[in-house]
């Protein structure tokens, strides 16, 4: 359990990062529209879509969305395939090594679609007040793209990193009563998404299986339990192998969980875990009560909260005992 001094500590922690992350002027550049604040339906201008296939992904096929139509057909997608939809973060892009890693790793376990989700326009770096505000017409975009395929009802997977956690939350509000297949939430984020007056978080209704994969709680990542499942590694908060100052250490500690994610796609030992109670996240497991897998081939009937350990560098997995 999180001792009053350790608690503390991390908040501090968090003050400091929120301080990095946000510029002091960002008001100031709002009115100079260098940090956008986009409402309204959905334009190319600001969010745009790749699909790629094993047989063409190296070059991705733009799809363009907006008010809900889009030329996804025209792309050569296939609905008898599964499709993933991979969403980076704050101050990144879909160019990002972790998203283009994810949907390597995606093609190579099966003939499946990936779509890259680039939502940059809208969180540059030194504006994460803004960036947080256009979740909501990230959520649309991503809503009019799910339309576009007709509502799957099994075979798609959404996958957003960070601030890019949150985008599902908002699209599924637009696309309710329908509930997208499988999201899962890596290391969603924490500023400004808690507390009583905080924006829309990812939480469990939004999916028909929701699972959350936690590294840096209490810091950049959230510390709720989010989903029907939520995995805390190696205690949720620093990862083991995670130097230099404090701010690399969070800075490392958060992108672990999209690297523990696309390590699992393909592991041959995978990340195996044991149930626990909240208040018991930092403990360790018992080698007979491991028995739950994270990661990419979790089981979807899971449900509350797993811990597990991994190696301080790659390969993570650690296999069962």
């Not at 992108?255 to 030992?269: H, L």
Request: proline share 5%; hydrophobic share 40%.
């Amino acid at each position: 359990m999180f001792t009053a001094p350790a608690f503390a500590s991390v908040l501090f922690v968090f003050a400091v990062h929120l301080q990095r992350t946000v510029s002091e002027s960002e008001e100031i550049i709002v009115r100079g529209q260098k940090c956008p604040k986009v409402s309204g339906t959905c334009t190319g201008e600001w969010v745009s879509f790749q699909i790629y296939g094993r047989s063409y992904n190296d070059v991705g096929r733009p799809v363009h969305v907006a008010n809900e139509t889009s030329n996804i057909t025209a792309t050569g997608f296939n609905r008898d395939l599964a499709t993933a939809i991979l969403i980076h973060g704050f101050a990144d892009s879909s160019r990002s090594f972790l998203m283009v890693d994810m949907k390597n790793e995606l093609l190579r376990h099966s003939n499946m679609q990936v779509v890259l989700m680039d939502w940059s326009k809208l969180v540059p770096g030194g504006c994460y007040f803004t960036s947080v505000y256009n979740v909501q017409y990230a959520g649309r975009c991503l809503s009019d793209l799910i339309l576009s395929m007709d509502l799957p009802s099994s075979g798609l997977h959404v996958i957003g990193f960070s601030l890019g956690g949150h985008v599902p939350a908002l699209a599924a509000d637009f696309l309710a009563p329908y509930k997208i297949p499988r999201i899962t939430g890596l290391d969603p984020a924490l500023p400004l998404f808690w507390g009583y007056f905080s924006q829309r978080r990812l939480r469990k209704d939004d999916g028909v299986f929701v699972d959350v994969i936690h590294t840096n709680a209490f810091v950049e990542g959230h510390f709720l339990p989010l989903g029907h499942v939520d995995f805390f590694v190696n205690g949720g908060i620093i990862q083991p192998g995670c130097g230099g100052s404090l701010l690399d250490k969070i800075g490392c500690s958060h992108a672990r969980s999209p690297m523990y994610f696309n390590e699992s796609i393909n592991s041959e030992v995978g990340f195996w875990g044991c149930t626990a109670k909240y208040r018991n996240i930092e403990s360790s497991c018992k080698p007979e009560e491991i028995k739950w897998l994270m990661g990419y081939h979790v089981d979807n009937n899971l449900r509350g909260i797993v811990i597990l350990k991994t190696a301080s560098n790659p390969p993570f997995a650690l296999g069962k005992p």
